[in-house]
């Protein structure tokens, strides 16, 4: 027979209810915490394992190397791309020191970093080389120190960035950004040769007057030598004074000796002409390239604007304004083909129009040498005035233009630190803006 506790009976030996439900009350509540302390400890558990799940998916998606290492260098975990770069399995990395993927003076160059950040408790950054199957490559560890709840220095955390990719990358965007610039000067180049085979027809006409006009005059002196040759074949074969008299006379010796002048100083002339304009072509057709110089941007325009008026097959009235002279800063080359594509372009949208015309005005503006080339065209169209500079973008028919003049003329100047721009609102035709660094201070 089960007996009641003494201390719960009542005096009769009878059980005391008043207690018997204060014990049970007291079971229930403590059956009611185990519950709940059970449920809490299983949603903790949840919760650890959660967080288990998703470190373990950062571990297995950073493309960067994450290294957690003990003080002594053992490592404790590491990400997916680590020991895809050693070849292994994360669950074989366990246990290794991380000393065994790096050589000779990597090896300690990497624990004293280890040593130096877990002692200081500060981060530091590294470069070493990590040994891999395929070789050595070079990593920059980021190294921060895992503390307790003292803040004593247990151990460290490693994130490293795998730089060989990274600087063959670089290497290769260089490559490609070296490609780019040698298109770009090509294009330069093409729409240069583009612009000097429009002005083929006016330098064969500029060059024939000149060459022609040598070439009569020579033939002229030519004449002149034959006749006083034959003049002095006779003074050798002692002729006499009445005859040397009458065989001057008849060669117009007297008239000779004055048009034999006029023909040394007009082929002397024609030869200085075609030296100019040989100049011209040179001074045209200048790469440009090389450092920035001083240079005259009034002259360059003159140069420009002549070798187009010279190809022009119509009238054309180029006007120049402003000062006579102002330095700028910049390649003349580059910049005269900019000008010079400004003023054809000027020439085709004025053609068949009465009286075109064309004004270049140079000055010193707001710190800046600026050129303003406006012509009395039928102008640009607001729809299109935003695309103008666009490459391959033309008004004119198939086979009349690349495109590519405005844009690269944009480029250019963008290059030199200037800028090209389409000006505001003119009354008639229109006006481009081109400036350049000042080059007549300091």
Excluded at 10 to 30: F, P, R, S, Y
Excluded at 213 to 238: C, I, M, P, W
Aim: hydrophobic share 35%; charged share 30%; aromatic share 6%.
């Amino acid at each position: 027979m089960q007996h009641k506790p003494a201390h719960i009976l009542g005096e009769g030996g009878e059980l005391n209810d008043a207690v018997w439900m204060d014990v049970l009350q007291a079971v229930d509540k403590t059956y009611a915490d185990l519950i709940e302390y059970q449920e809490k400890l299983e949603a903790r558990n949840n919760e650890l394992q959660a967080l288990r799940r998703f470190l373990g998916s950062i571990m297995s998606s950073v493309s960067d190397h994450l290294i957690v290492v003990e003080r002594e260098g053992e490592i404790g975990n590491a990400s997916a791309s680590f020991c895809s770069a050693l070849g292994m399995e994360r669950d074989d990395l366990s246990g290794h020191m991380i000393t065994e993927f790096f050589d000779g003076p990597e090896r300690e160059k990497l624990m004293q970093a280890i040593a130096d950040v877990i002692q200081r408790r500060e981060e530091a950054t590294i470069e070493v080389l990590l040994t891999t199957p395929t070789g050595k490559d070079p990593v920059e560890y980021k190294i921060a120190p895992r503390l307790d709840r003292r803040r004593k220095g247990i151990g460290a955390v490693l994130t490293g960035r795998p730089l060989g990719e990274l600087r063959r990358a670089y290497s290769e965007l260089e490559e490609s950004h070296q490609q780019l610039k040698e298109t770009q000067t090509q294009l330069v180049r093409n729409e240069k040769l583009a612009s000097l085979g429009r002005l083929l027809a006016g330098v064969a006409h500029e060059l024939n007057n000149p060459i022609s006009f040598v070439y009569a005059n020579t033939h002229s002196l030519e004449k002149y030598a034959e006749r006083f040759e034959t003049y002095f074949d006779r003074v050798q074969s002692g002729a006499s004074r009445e005859e040397l008299i009458a065989l001057r006379a008849d060669l117009k010796l007297d008239r000779a000796v004055t048009n034999l002048r006029d023909a040394v100083g007009g082929a002397r002339d024609g030869a200085e002409r075609v030296r100019d304009i040989v100049e011209d072509l040179r001074r045209l057709s200048a790469e440009g390239s090389g450092e920035m110089i001083r240079f005259d941007l009034v002259e360059t325009a003159r140069v420009a604007a002549n070798w187009i008026q010279r190809g022009s097959k119509t009238a054309l009235t180029i006007r120049f304004e402003g000062k006579e002279q102002v330095i700028a800063i910049g390649r003349p080359g580059h910049i005269q083909q900019v000008l010079m594509n400004l003023v054809q372009n000027s020439v085709d949208a004025m053609a068949g129009q009465d009286d075109p015309q064309i004004t270049i005005r140079a000055d010193y503006e707001d710190g800046t040498a600026q050129l303003r080339l406006c012509d009395n065209g039928p102008g640009i169209p607001a729809e299109i005035a935003q695309t103008i500079f666009d490459p391959f973008f033309t008004t004119k028919d198939v086979g009349q233009g690349t495109g590519l003049g405005l844009s690269i003329s944009h480029k250019i100047l963008e290059e030199h630190g200037g800028s090209l721009s389409l000006c505001e609102k003119v009354k008639d035709g229109a006006c481009f803006c081109m400036t350049l660094a000042r080059g007549d201070e300091g």
